[in-house]
Nanobody, 116 residues
């Protein structure tokens, strides 16, 4: 079965950086739109960044200029480089493959905590 495993979360001070990784198994990321989402308790999960199979990217307004999504097709991995982190970036970050419907897959999430 398809698996997405996130890593790289942790505790960082405001202004710092983290790089999240998403390792995909049994799915070829270069054939699928991939995304990073985040969720805080009591709020809906929101899109942070996405990359299409063609390599086009889009970002939430709140992270534009600070976060960068990328992928390594040879390693079948997707990354989220997060710079200039703010306390409001604190959330559980999830990797997603696909857009909607039955061929949509989620990772288990990784916690990012930004201390001010």
């Amino acid at each position: 079965q398809v698996q997405l495993v996130e890593s790289g979360g942790g505790l960082v001070q405001a202004g710092g950086s983290l790089r999240l990784s998403c390792k995909a198994s049994r799915i070829i990321i270069s054939y699928n739109p991939m995304g990073w989402y985040r969720q805080v308790p009591g709020k809906e999960r929101e899109l942070v960044a996405a990359i299409t199979s063609g390599g086009s990217t889009n970002y939430a307004d709140s992270v534009k200029g600070r976060f960068t999504i990328s992928r390594d097709n040879a390693k079948n991995m997707v990354y989220l480089q997060m710079n200039s982190l703010k306390s409001e970036d604190t959330a559980v970050y999830y990797c997603k493959a696909g857009v909607s419907g039955p061929r949509t897959y989620w990772g288990q999430g990784t916690q990012v905590t930004v201390s001010s």
